[in-house]
């Protein structure tokens, strides 16, 4: 099991900036990648934000986030990071950290944490 504890969330305003935290612990760590997930409304699937492996530094983002958003790790700390910047009105969701079970896409979640941006 892997347990992911996500802080930062908040109210900002368009263009503005945040910085998302996430805990990792538990006993499985055969993930390949840790990352960020993000659902806009109940009943809307979660979507892929960004992830970094876990040998290295290799990052992948989705598309409406990059070059606005990064993921940063200290594996010392058992930390992933978000930092996102030039907000947007339709960046406003729940943001999961998450992991997968060693292959495939995100399995683990955390609870999630509210991100709004308002215009």
């Known amino acids: 099991q892997v347990q992911l504890v996500e802080s930062g969330g908040g109210v900002v305003q368009s263009g503005g900036s945040l910085n998302l935290s996430c805990a990792v612990s538990?006993?499985?760590?055969?993930?390949?990648?840790l990352g960020w997930a993000r659902q806009a409304a109940q009943g809307l699937p979660r979507l892929f934000v960004a992830?970094?492996?876990?040998?290295?530094?290799?990052?992948s983002y989705a598309s409406s986030v990059e070059g606005r958003f990064t993921i940063t790790k200290d594996d010392t700390k058992n930390m992933i990071w978000l930092q996102m910047t030039g907000l947007q009105t339709q960046d406003t969701a729940v943001y999961y950290c998450?992991?997968?079970?060693?292959?495939?896409?995100?399995?683990?979640y955390g609870r999630g944490t509210q991100v709004t941006v308002s215009s």
């Open positions: 538990g006993t499985f760590r055969g993930y390949n990648n």
């Open positions: 992830h970094i492996a876990r040998l290295g530094d290799q990052t």
């Open positions: 998450a992991a997968d079970r060693g292959w495939g896409s995100f399995y683990y």
